[in-house]
Every structure is written in structure tokens, then in C-alpha cells.
């Protein structure tokens, strides 16, 4: 755990495409997070939910890759 976490620091200071897909992922986060506060959602809204989720998990897919290829 403490090897993955030293991994992520070094790629958070020297990766401009880890510090971007976090940055996204966390915008991503904070956008369901929105979403999942209210009690009911359009259709539309429904959909958007489910497109940030993916988005969310490729970006997080993305990120753990860039970790593995690191060790």
C-alpha cells in the first residue's frame, strides 16, 4: 500500500497526464456527487449520470494503468 501511494505521489509531480485524468476524475466525482443528491432525476439527467460513471471509471482505469507501467 505504502509502494502504490509513493507511486502515485511521483506520478502526481511528474506526470501532466496522471495530474489531468485526477483532476478529471475528481471533477467527474464531484459532478455525480451533484447528481446523486437529489431525489429524482430527468431522463435526461438519468443519462448523464450514467456517462459520467463511465467516464469516471475509464479515468480511473487510465490512472491505475499509468501506476502498474510505474512499478
Given at each position: 500500500?505504502q509502494a502504490e501511494?509513493a507511486?502515485?505521489?511521483r506520478l502526481?509531480?511528474?506526470?501532466t ?6 483532476e478529471?476524475?475528481?471533477r467527474l466525482?464531484a459532478?455525480?456527487?451533484d447528481?446523486?443528491r ?6 435526461a ?5 450514467k456517462?459520467?460513471?463511465k ?6 482505469d487510465k490512472m ?8
Open positions: 500500500m501511494t507511486i502515485t505521489d502526481r509531480e511528474s506526470n497526464e496522471f495530474r489531468a485524468l485526477e478529471s476524475h475528481h466525482a459532478e455525480l456527487s447528481l446523486q437529489r431525489h429524482v432525476l430527468t431522463p439527467e438519468e443519462m448523464l449520470k456517462q459520467l460513471q467516464e469516471k471509471l475509464a479515468t480511473k491505475a494503468e499509468l501506476i502498474r507501467s510505474s512499478r
